[in-house]
């Protein structure tokens, strides 16, 4: 079974995703989306192609002129890895179901050699839309018959997971790397377009069976909350970004406020410690001594609020400590010291709020600058609209002199714009599903859903 929708809703889903990483994405300038059709044919087909242009105000959509990917597209036996042609990046996303990401397009093994508009493809990031097998019935009625690479092992056999899509996101030069923040904001959003496409394939099917069988109220809810289910949980994702964004504001705020200061490299600096103590450390705990090693490196890459912090720091890094103290004996004065730079990392989460640091930054109104430390240090368990509302008042003011100022403002609005449209999707969701709880017949369900359709807003964000 592969992806089986109407192409305009198709077309529409993933033009949606693509704008999301264009706009969310500064340095992507360029995305394409390619549908993977059932096996063993695995005909791989152009759907959307969009280009923001310079300014980054408009996308201007449009497949290639010429492209072997273009409609009908290209069947596995055509584009996998053969001896005498050259590799696919493709190829290999649908065959091992990883990304591939050409971050020195001179050195790169896989360029495409079928699409004469992209022989020259650059700096791009190419990741595979993955489903559970089980979620799209696959084997229900008849073994399916698996594609084979050209040396005979059959794919995707041992994997709960096939390929229904691949995503190309374009960059601009030298600003896409390996395990970068765009692949991973890529990566989650491969599987909200895989969320999403089997939504729609889901709600397909149940207006189908509505349109073919008189059910019981009871399979129609299970029907149509199956439909919709997995389309809701995509605001989770817009949370996971939203939360990512803050957590670089702070960042920078804290970046602008401890400029030249002692205290700036004060995380660093205990993590540079801990560290030096560890590597003192041989025998029989080496390997616990690097997972706390890889740890405390995580923590650096880390920005989370204050009290998130002190939780994660106690129970990932000083718990740790506790473990390796207890088998491990070190001098007095490391024991002390150990203790300190622990100490030393939960006060460096309270740096940006300090008010004898916050004190001496006077390029904003003081009340104003009282509400945006209380913002973005704030623990926010869910989303909040009014609190995603005045950050984004706050960030048009030019006297905040964050470097990301303008970016992150755009792409907040932007976030906040899905994320109310999720709103308006899941209370329409919760009203057709109590209508079929409550008793309304199989026509009166499939007339609710049309006028949940209608009322969902698919306005693009402004910024």
Known sequence: MSIEIDKSTLENACKEMIETALWC??????????????????????????????????????????????????????????????????????????SWIAEDPKNDTRKSALDSQENNQGFHHMEPVLLRKSDININMYSPLEYPRTYDGDIIWKETD????????????????????????????????????????????DSMDALQKLTMDRLNACNILADSLRN?????????????????????EWEGLLLNGRKEFRMKEEAIEALNAILMGINGDRVAFRDDLIEVQKKFLEMSLPPEKGEN?????????????????RLEEEETREVWANIAKLKKSLHIGRDPGIVEGYDSIPEEVKREWVHLIY??????????????????????????????????LTRLKALADTMHYLERNTNFLLSQVLNGESSHMAEKVLNRCRKDTPHKKPHS
């Open 231 to 251: 389309a809701i949980t995509k605001s989770g994702l817009i949370f996971s970004l939203v939360k990512q964004e803050i957590g670089q504001l702070r960042k």
């Open 378 to 411: 704030r623990d926010n368990d869910r989303y909040d609209a009014s609190v995603m509302e005045r950050i984004i008042e706050i960030l048009s003011n030019s006297a905040l002199q964050i470097p990301s100022r303008q970016r992150s403002r755009k792409t």
């Open 161 to 204: 997971y096939l390929v229904v899509a691949v995503i190309k996101i374009h960059f601009k030069p030298y600003t896409i790397r390996i395990d970068s923040h765009e692949t991973r904001v890529l990566k989650k959003l491969s599987r909200s377009l895989g969320t999403e496409l089997l939504s729609y394939q889901l709600r397909q």
């Open 312 to 328: 994660w720091v106690t129970r990932q890094i000083e718990e740790r400590w506790r473990e390796l103290l207890s088998h491990v």
């Open 25 to 98: 994405l500064p340095n992507a300038f360029k995305g394409t989306i390619y549908l993977i059709g059932k096996p063993p044919e695995l005909i791989a087909k152009r759907i959307a192609s969009g280009i923001i242009d310079s300014k980054r105000e408009k996308i201007s959509w449009g497949l290639p002129a010429k492209s072997e990917y273009n409609p009908p597209g290209l069947p596995w036996n055509d584009y996998r890895d053969e001896p005498g042609r050259p590799l696919e990046a493709i190829a290999w996303c649908v065959e091992k179901q990883k």
